[in-house]
């Protein structure tokens, strides 16, 4: 498959407990974004990756939040002490970097209770 | 930053007729104006996409038309099918630096057969 792949694709845990999601982008492509859609809403921006250097986080995302890109591949989304509120669809796209097309992952699902 | 309104939010057509979604932006600077269609627990996939040096675009029975002195652009789907049932999302960004897209909140589209 040489689509975006995310690791789990659902997620459930109790409040105050630590996560990570995992994405493997489209081989090649240099840029790395992920974003958060809750129900009935558009993907919100969380940070983005050229390469292995994470270069924008919204505001979105709280000092809870962190994101790795160690080797210009894959990319790593962690939460630690997760709330409710961060129950959400976490997506992930790559792209190119020069044709501004963006290819969502399938998602990960994060349940808080 | 970048703000994108969508309308309408629900869109119900008769299968065969036409629709049409609407979308307004904020940032003169946005040059690249993406469409995803997104089923039901899916990924957003991209089905057309513009940019600003291109008034209009068409792709088989879709075509998406840009604006930018009125800083809008629509969506226009013809002969509309039951497999055209979706959550449809505009979306805008540009090419200085980070490419992250700003969505608009969505457009559910139910073609009645």
């Known amino acids: 498959d040489t689509g975006v792949s995310q690791d789990p694709r659902h997620k459930i845990t109790k409040r105050g407990q630590n996560v990570t999601f995992r994405c493997d982008p489209i081989?090649?492509?240099?840029?790395l974004y992920w974003y958060r859609q809750t129900l009935g809403q558009g993907p919100e921006f969380l940070t983005y990756?050229?390469?292995?250097?994470?270069?924008?986080k919204s505001r979105l995302l709280s000092d809870r939040f962190s994101a790795e890109r160690p080797k210009g591949s894959f990319s790593t989304l962690e939460i630690q002490r997760t709330e409710q509120g961060d129950s959400a669809m976490y997506l992930c796209?790559?792209?190119?970097?020069?044709?501004?097309?963006?290819?969502f992952g399938p998602g990960t699902r994060l349940t808080v209770l | 930053g970048e703000n994108v309104e969508q309308h309408p939010s629900t869109l119900s057509v008769q299968e065969g007729d036409s629709a049409v979604i609407k979308c307004t932006y904020s940032?003169?600077?946005?040059?690249?104006f993406p469409w995803y269609k997104q089923e039901l627990g899916k990924r957003p996939q991209l089905i057309i996409d513009i940019r600003s040096n291109v008034g209009e675009k068409k792709d088989q029975r879709i075509a998406v038309t840009l604006n930018k002195t009125a800083k809008h652009f629509s969506l226009h789907i013809t002969e509309t099918q039951p497999e055209d049932s979706a959550v449809y999302f505009c979306?805008?960004?540009?090419?200085?630096?980070?490419?992250?897209?700003?969505f608009g909140t969505g457009t559910r589209l139910t073609i009645i057969p």
């Open positions: 796209a790559s792209e190119l970097g020069i044709y501004n097309e963006q290819f």
């Open positions: 940032d003169s600077a946005s040059n690249y």
């Open positions: 990756f050229q390469n292995e250097a994470q270069l924008e």
């Open positions: 979306a805008a960004s540009s090419d200085f630096g980070n490419e992250k897209l700003t």
């Open positions: 081989s090649e492509h240099n840029r």
